[in-house]
T-cell receptor
């Protein structure tokens, strides 16, 4: 199906474990983003990518790693999960840079770190 | 740093009422987005605007660049409009980077039948 998908939708893990959240889009959009959403905060940018093999840090990158070997995929890895990384994670994509184009959001992944 | 403030934080209204949600920001912007997040969690883009007014169905978004303020209006509100509405802005200081959106915390709207 066309669109932007995330997997898994729900994940429970333990402190110290490595976790990878997947994001896939079928539009061949150039830009992809990872956000986290927490109570009391607006969406906060973790990492973004302007094209394949080009990634950069956002507002809250510590503890996360990303890669973008293919235009359509943008996985987010928590190298050693901590309780503070319990959150809802949203992936998004757009053809143009923010402010020039709307962003399309995935359904979100709810991650709980015990 | 650009601050984005939304008001009210929570709003409960009766079906049919005219709804206004406000967004204020602190620095110059090149664009403002309104997003809708449904109770199930999905986020969709409603509007992107840099001046004036846009309308889509019962939704109207306006922006006043000089006053650094935008409003989202819903006419003839319906229970299916119940959602969190999020304002996001791109600062003019972001240059060509892709990291420029700053999000408000959202307005939680409930429309009662």
């Amino acid at each position: 199906d066309a669109g932007i998908t995330q997997s898994p939708r729900y994940k429970i893990t333990e402190t110290g474990r490595q976790v990878t959240l997947m994001c896939h889009q079928t539009w061949s959009h150039s830009y992809m983003f990872w956000y986290r959403q927490d109570l009391g905060h607006g969406l906060r940018l973790i990492y973004y990518s302007a094209a394949a093999d080009i990634t950069d840090k956002g507002e809250v990158p510590d503890g996360y790693v990303v890669s973008r070997s293919k235009t359509e995929n943008f996985p987010l890895t928590l190298e050693s999960a901590t309780r503070s990384q319990t959150s809802v994670y949203f992936c998004a994509s757009s053809e143009l840079a923010p402010g020039l184009d709307e962003q399309f959001f995935g359904p979100g992944t709810r991650l709980t770190v015990l | 740093k650009n601050e984005v403030e939304q008001s009210p934080q929570n709003l409960t209204a009766q079906e049919g009422e005219f709804i206004t949600i406000n967004c204020s920001y602190s620095v110059g912007i090149s664009a403002l987005h309104w997003l809708q997040q449904h109770p199930g969690g999905g986020i969709v883009s409603l509007f992107m605007l840099s001046s004036g007014k846009k309308k889509h169905g019962r939704l109207i978004a306006t922006i006043n660049i000089q006053e650094k303020h935008s409003s989202l209006h819903i006419t003839a509100s319906h229970p299916r409009d119940s959602a969190v509405y999020i304002c996001a802005v791109r600062s003019v200081y972001s240059g060509g980077g892709a990291d420029g959106l700053t999000f408000g915390k959202g307005t939680h709207l409930i429309i009662q039948p």
